[in-house]
């Protein structure tokens, strides 16, 4: 391996070495870390005015520039420096934060998500500066430290201050490629509505012996409310829902089914289940592409601990999201949800659904001259035909570019399905860090021509 090689996993692994879990206050200080290393390296690299964008309360902002092309465009790049958190622990081959190669892999926390592919962005312009002493085009830096937790911090700077943003296109790094040396550019991505859904019965937990069967139970009120939202079928009962949602166009379609796509193979490697469930009538793209969905991520309430305690709790929580796809408004989709809540709540229990983080979904024309040169740039240089995908997660900043800056989102992603993202064991494929690291310079270079 060549020691320009060698320098760039090394500094990765220093990088994902830094456990900036942005949900856990106690590692408030290694988010800061993780920020202060980001814009050191865009100092190394050759950006200016490189700084952190504090605020009481958040985790700062990394900003950088460099225009010296006039005449040229100006992309805006977008990454994010915070992680999931770690847990399960014993469900990881090797140490979360310790970064361990196996079959050409980096496994460790944040290495695809989005340490890594921040790390192909700021390798790109380091050599592209090394090797011309200048870039072929502006460019703008923007790196969060709180995307995994809704993000509210880069939303209100985004809102507040368009003219220090002021591009032609972003550029993120925070998506997959569909297969295996196949370039993929992602134009669609689903929004969300986040939120707890608390139910209230009795003042406190009751002798389920001595009032079972008068009492109310509100975990029990939980599930009925629940299954009123969403039926067996994956339909999402909330009146109103479906009335904005946007259907792919005859061309994605067509597109999509033309796709490397083995449906069982799907099912058994990428999910793990028996049967593939979801909102029957539409195939695996639409559900997870262009539906939206109503999940629960979790319920609490009651006694859940070893052995038997016989109650009947006085409150529950259920965790619960909606995905959202293009023309659906987060704000409606949240009224549309606790209106729904309402008429679902049965008797003796008071139920609310609370907000807590929400985004809207995005949908970026593939005609676009900054998509279309980034996938002219990936064909040249992995030798294959660049395709066009949705995702059915979420980026809030995408919709964010489009309101408040009025520009495009060029997703432009390295990672692979199965690198379990937010899961144990999550990982970067080595040989996609370079290939991502020369698609961004090659693309760079194309936008200056």
């Given at each position: 391996?060549?020691?320009?090689?060698?320098?760039?996993?090394?500094?990765?692994?220093?990088?994902?070495?830094?456990?900036?879990?942005?949900?856990?206050?106690?590692?408030?200080?290694?988010?800061?870390?993780?920020?202060?290393?980001?814009?050191?390296?865009?100092?190394?690299?050759?950006?200016?005015?490189?700084?952190?964008?504090?605020?009481?309360?958040?985790?700062?902002?990394?900003?950088?520039?460099?225009?010296?092309?006039?005449?040229?465009?100006?992309?805006?790049?977008?990454?994010?420096?915070?992680?999931?958190?770690?847990?399960?622990?014993?469900?990881?081959?090797?140490?979360?934060?310790?970064?361990?190669?196996?079959?050409?892999?980096?496994?460790?926390?944040?290495?695809?998500?989005?340490?890594?592919?921040?790390?192909?962005?700021?390798?790109?312009?380091?050599?592209?500066?090394?090797?011309?002493?200048?870039?072929?085009?502006?460019?703008?830096?923007?790196?969060?430290?709180?995307?995994?937790?809704?993000?509210?911090?880069?939303?209100?700077?985004?809102?507040?201050?368009?003219?220090?943003?002021?591009a032609d296109a972003a550029l993120v790094c925070d998506t997959e490629m569909f297969a295996p040396g196949l370039p993929t550019i992602c134009t669609g991505l689903r929004g969300m509505v986040?939120?707890?859904?608390?139910?209230?019965?009795?003042?406190?937990?009751?002798?389920?012996?001595?009032?079972?069967?008068?009492?109310?139970?509100?975990?029990?009120?939980?599930?009925?409310?629940?299954?009123?939202?969403?039926?067996?079928?994956?339909?999402?009962?909330?009146?109103?829902?479906?009335?904005?949602?946007?259907?792919?166009?005859?061309?994605?379609?067509?597109?999509?089914?033309?796709?490397?796509?083995?449906?069982?193979?799907?099912?058994?490697?990428?999910?793990?289940?028996?049967?593939?469930?979801?909102?029957?009538?539409?195939?695996?793209?639409?559900?997870?592409?262009?539906?939206?969905?109503?999940?629960?991520?979790?319920?609490?309430?009651?006694?859940?601990?070893?052995?038997?305690?016989?109650?009947?709790?006085?409150?529950?929580?259920?965790?619960?999201?909606?995905?959202?796809?293009?023309?659906?408004?987060?704000?409606?989709?949240?009224?549309?949800?606790?209106?729904?809540?309402?008429?679902?709540?049965?008797?003796?229990?008071?139920?609310?659904?609370?907000?807590?983080?929400?985004?809207?979904?995005?949908?970026?024309?593939p005609s676009s001259p900054f998509i279309q040169k980034a996938a002219a740039a990936m064909d040249e240089l992995f030798q294959n035909k660049t395709v066009y995908i949705r995702s059915g997660g979420s980026i809030p900043i995408v919709g964010l570019f489009q309101k408040h800056l009025g520009i495009p989102s060029v997703l432009m992603g390295f990672g692979l399905?199965?690198?379990?993202?937010?899961?144990?064991?999550?990982?970067?494929?080595?040989?996609?860090?370079?290939?991502?690291?020369?698609?961004?310079?090659?693309?760079?270079?194309?936008?200056?021509?």
């Amino acid at each position: 391996m060549s020691s320009t090689r060698q320098s760039v996993l090394d500094g990765l692994f220093d990088f994902l070495r830094i456990p900036s879990v942005s949900t856990d206050p106690e590692r408030k200080s290694d988010v800061l870390r993780a920020a202060q290393f980001a814009a050191d390296a865009l100092r190394r690299a050759g950006m200016e005015e490189v700084r952190l964008i504090e605020k009481e309360g958040r985790h700062p902002l990394v900003s950088a520039e460099w225009l010296h092309a006039p005449g040229k465009p100006t992309l805006l790049f977008y990454g994010h420096y915070d992680v999931q958190p770690a847990e399960p622990l014993h469900e990881w081959l090797s140490p979360p934060f310790e970064p361990t190669v196996r079959n050409e892999n980096v496994y460790a926390r944040g290495a695809v998500d989005d340490k890594g592919q921040v790390w192909i962005q700021i390798q790109a312009l380091t050599q592209l500066m090394a090797e011309r002493g200048r870039l072929p085009i502006n460019v703008r830096v923007l790196l969060e430290g709180e995307e995994e937790v809704g993000g509210e911090f880069i939303e209100e700077y985004v809102a507040s201050k368009p003219a220090h943003l002021k591009a032609d296109a972003a550029l993120v790094c925070d998506t997959e490629m569909f297969a295996p040396g196949l370039p993929t550019i992602c134009t669609g991505l689903r929004g969300m509505v986040y939120g707890e859904l608390h139910v209230e019965g009795a003042k406190v937990d009751l002798h389920s012996g001595i009032y079972g069967g008068a009492a109310p139970n509100p975990i029990t009120a939980i599930a009925e409310i629940l299954t009123k939202l969403k039926d067996a079928g994956g339909h999402i009962l909330i009146p109103g829902f479906y009335d904005r949602v946007r259907p792919p166009s005859i061309e994605e379609r067509a597109a999509w089914s033309r796709l490397p796509f083995n449906e069982t193979e799907y099912r058994e490697k990428e999910i793990g289940s028996s049967e593939l469930t979801g909102e029957q009538g539409f195939d695996v793209f639409e559900r997870t592409w262009a539906r939206p969905t109503l999940e629960v991520h979790g319920i609490r309430g009651g006694f859940v601990g070893e052995g038997a305690k016989t109650v009947i709790p006085a409150r529950a929580v259920a965790k619960v999201s909606a995905r959202l796809v293009a023309d659906q408004d987060p704000s409606e989709a949240l009224r549309q949800i606790q209106e729904a809540v309402k008429a679902a709540t049965p008797k003796g229990v008071t139920a609310e659904f609370r907000f807590l983080h929400g985004a809207a979904p995005s949908l970026t024309d593939p005609s676009s001259p900054f998509i279309q040169k980034a996938a002219a740039a990936m064909d040249e240089l992995f030798q294959n035909k660049t395709v066009y995908i949705r995702s059915g997660g979420s980026i809030p900043i995408v919709g964010l570019f489009q309101k408040h800056l009025g520009i495009p989102s060029v997703l432009m992603g390295f990672g692979l399905p199965d690198d379990n993202l937010h899961a144990p064991n999550e990982k970067f494929h080595i040989p996609n860090l370079f290939a991502g690291i020369e698609s961004v310079k090659h693309y760079l270079t194309k936008l200056g021509q």
